[in-house]
Nanobody, 121 residues
Framework: QVQLVESGGGLVQAGDSLRLSCESSGGSIGTYLMAWFRQAPGKEREFLTKISADGERIFSVDSAKGRFTISRDNAKNTMYLQMNSVNPEDTAVYYC??????????????WGQGTQVTVSS
């Protein structure tokens, strides 16, 4: 079955850019709605952005718009989160997830283990 693994996290400085990757090692992601979530220290998990299976439809919360860009390469079974102009408030564990819903579903059946992003000032 689908197994998702995030990578690309690390320690960066405010204003820097980095790209997170989410790769499936257990199957194709071509039919899945994909999304990014994050969980900051002491806070609950929050949704950031999602992309349709064909990559044509994207939705992002206000905090991610303009700075974060979600994309996917189904041929590589990989999804990405480009993070620009990061700030210390972006410090969190970032998770990728996959859903069988075409767009409006709220359930994500598959999750990665998370990758830590730490932004210093």
């Amino acid at each position: 079955q689908v197994q998702l693994v995030e990578s690309g996290g690390g320690l960066v400085q405010a204003g820097d850019s980095l790209r997170l990757s989410c790769e499936s090692s257990g199957g194709s992601i071509g039919t899945y709605l994909m999304a990014w979530f994050r969980q900051a220290p002491g806070k609950e998990r929050e949704f950031l952005t999602k992309i349709s299976a064909d990559g044509e439809r994207i939705f992002s919360v206000d905090s991610a718009k303009g700075r974060f860009t979600i994309s996917r390469d189904n041929a590589k079974n990989t999804m990405y989160l480009q993070m620009n102009s990061v700030n210390p408030e972006d410090t969190a564990v970032y998770y990728c997830a996959a859903s069988t819903s075409r767009w409006h579903g709220r359930t994500y059946a598959y999750w990665g283990q998370g990758t830590q992003v730490t932004v210093s000032s």
